[in-house]
């Protein structure tokens, strides 16, 4: 029989009595309760998410939000920080510098019953945690005591029939109601303003109203919503108006500390080693961390080994993988084929089934139609899809849509024409045109029917880099720079595509500029008046210079490869340029000589370049 707890204690503290048997045993009792206790501290967290998902499935995830969102947004989930200003309005979201403070608590205060404000928009680009945050904020708050709980209600504002359940919710003046997914009603797509009007009008008797939205959905930054057109009732504050205001609130990307809990979450103790190998992804690609949604996708990029610059690849990356763990059950190609025509359907389609969702009995109808053979339950339990409580399916997550509409329209599919894209795909291809131009300077696929309508408020980096500072270049070195570039050059018989252009004409300070947005220069939309020596030119864009013309002080004279850049590959009435130029500076002086008394033009008339004498004459088209 085992010794008691008083006289084995007594034993082991006794080093007569020590032998190898109780030496061991004592080691192994130690390690038993070691054990144990690191098994507790492993899967306390696992606990705590199953005890959180469980929560989440029994209060409303049944209704209205599936198992497999319930459980990928609570798993691991790090809530973050959030501010006033919007981080993406940088082109680095991860250096902008404002006064944060703790998402959680920044809702608790606009909770609170004695916050004057019953209106609160929270803003955050694709992948940032918007959804996950409603989920986990409510699962949080059905665990606080009972005197502290709020009732809340949640309703996703992508499905169909959104304004039938908030009509249905009861006891509506004690319930905060949150509205997730705004950018995903198609109502809001079609007109927002007249939209969110009619969902504050359905909301007016709750207690707290909190809308999640893309940020970007808003074309521009004084049309996301200030008023609500709910008038206060009773007394008023001095400096409050007739109509209750929004409060807004920006996501903010995770800071380090944030990341690191992250990945001990995701990596506490086994796989030895994988949580640094997650470091150093974390370090060499920012963008994750960025945006929430795809640093839970880490494991698999750790595992593919593929070098990553661009979100483009790390979407790619994540779909390779979910392909390669369907393959037992269904062919890739098949299963890709099938998920990227479906993701132009969705999105071509959601206005006529008020939703990016598709019901179930629809799928095989459609695999029929593109002569894609899947059964029934490989389209729907094996896919990219999630289902919902009507039998909806839809997208994991709706940037996965846009990223395979993306990939479809490349491959020219026509169905793709003619819609107007999202933000998130203007991002997509456009990483897609600076990686394949960094590759091998050239564009594989037809833009022409691209939407790259108001580019210009994504600040995007560049897409084409070229050279900014003059040199002299010999006629082979021209030669291999048209052939680099692939610009057209009538005169030397290279029918070249050129670059794509996403040109914007402004007017600042009373005359009219150019703004290329694939190459981040901006032009005079004009240029000279007249036609004049090389020396004179200089001179003419000191002048410019000097006088602050539209506002700036850094015009020049465009190297070779900037001015080719202009060159159309077919004449555009008489020119080889674009007509939102001025025709009449229609060959122009370049930066770059050929000699010490020589210099290279473009002529925009003849469709070429040319060396020309420094006291000859041409026009000056300045840039920046």
């Avoid at 469980?54 to 939000?65: A, N, P, R, T, V």
């Avoid at 940020?215 to 206060?232: C, H």
């Avoid at 894209?421 to 091998?440: A, G, P, S, V």
């Avoid at 370049?609 to 300045?622: K, N, P």
Wanted: proline share 5%; net charge positive.
């Amino acid at each position: 029989m085992p010794p008691d707890s008083t006289s084995y204690l007594q034993m082991v503290l006794d080093p007569q009595q020590w032998t190898p048997i109780t030496i061991l045993t004592a080691i192994a009792a130690v390690a038993a309760v070691a054990s144990a206790v690191f098994a507790g501290i492993a899967l306390w967290p696992i606990r705590q998410q199953r005890q959180k998902q469980k929560l989440l499935e029994k209060s409303f995830g049944s209704d209205l939000y599936s198992p497999e969102v319930i459980a990928r947004s609570t798993k691991y989930y790090i809530p973050p920080n959030c501010s006033s200003v919007d981080p993406a309005q940088e082109a680095e979201m991860r250096q902008v510098v404002t006064t944060e403070e703790k998402l959680f608590e920044a809702v608790d205060k606009h909770l609170a019953k004695e916050n004057p404000h019953r209106h609160l928009l929270l803003l955050a680009d694709s992948g940032m945690g918007k959804s996950s945050f409603v989920l986990n904020y409510y699962a949080r708050n059905q665990r606080l005591p009972k005197r502290q709980r709020q009732r809340l209600a949640v309703v996703p504002l992508g499905i169909p029939d959104s304004d039938d359940y908030i009509a249905k919710i009861a006891d509506q003046p004690k319930t905060v109601i949150f509205l997730d997914a705004f950018d995903e009603d198609t109502r809001a797509i079609t007109d927002h303003r007249a939209r969110l009007l009619e969902l504050m009008h359905a909301c007016r008797h709750f207690k707290r109203v909190l809308i999640t939205c893309r940020t970007q959905f808003f074309p521009k930054d004084e049309e996301i919503p200030r008023e609500t057109g709910i008038a206060r009732v009773g007394p008023r504050d001095v400096g409050e108006g007739p109509f209750y205001e929004f409060w807004k609130l920006y996501l903010s990307p995770l800071i380090d500390d944030q990341v690191e809990e992250f990945l001990r979450k995701r990596y506490p103790y086994w796989p030895f080693g994988k949580r640094q190998q997650a470091r150093e992804l974390v370090k060499k690609i920012p963008l994750l961390s960025v945006r929430p949604m795809l640093l839970a996708y880490i494991p698999d990029l750790l595992k593919s080994g593929a070098k990553i610059d661009y979100a483009v690849q790390l979407y790619e990356v994540l779909v390779e993988k979910w392909l390669e763990r369907e393959s037992r059950w269904v062919k890739p190609k098949d299963l890709r084929a099938f998920s990227e025509r479906l993701a132009v359907d969705l999105y071509v389609n959601r206005e006529s089934r008020r939703a990016e969702r598709i019901p179930r009995a629809e799928l095989s109808g459609l695999a029929q139609a593109w002569n894609i053979k899947l059964d029934d339950w490989q389209l729907s339990g094996r896919s990219l899809l999630n289902r919902d409580a009507e039998g909806n399916y839809k997208f994991a997550h709706r940037s996965i849509m846009e990223y395979l509409f993306i990939k479809r329209f490349i491959d020219g599919d026509h169905a793709c024409y003619g819609s107007k894209w999202t933000d998130q795909m203007k991002r997509f291809i456009l990483e897609m045109l600076r990686y394949h131009w960094e590759k091998d300077r050239k564009v594989p696929f037809d833009l022409s029917s691209a939407d790259f309508s108001e580019i210009g408020r994504l600040q995007i980096k560049p897409i084409f880099s070229l050279r900014t500072k003059a040199k002299t270049l010999n006629d082979s070195e021209v030669n291999r720079l048209i052939h680099e570039f692939d610009f057209f050059d009538k005169n030397k018989n290279h029918d070249g595509k050129g670059i794509l252009h996403l040109f914007e004409t402004l007017e600042l300070k009373g005359t009219k500029i150019v703004i290329d947005h694939a190459t981040s220069l901006t032009w005079q939309q004009s240029g000279s008046e007249n036609s004049m020596t090389f020396a004179n030119a200089e001179k003419y864009i000191r002048d410019l210079n000097g006088k602050q013309f539209a506002g700036h002080s850094d015009w020049r004279l465009p190297t070779l490869e900037e001015a080719m850049s202009l060159m159309a590959p077919k004449q555009q009435g008489k020119l080889y340029i674009d007509p939102v130029f001025d025709s009449k500076q229609s060959w122009i002086w370049t930066a770059d000589k050929s000699s010490a008394g020589a210099a290279w033009y473009v002529s925009f008339i003849n469709g070429s370049c040319y060396r020309i004498d420094l006291y000859d004459i041409t026009f000056v088209r300045a840039v920046r």
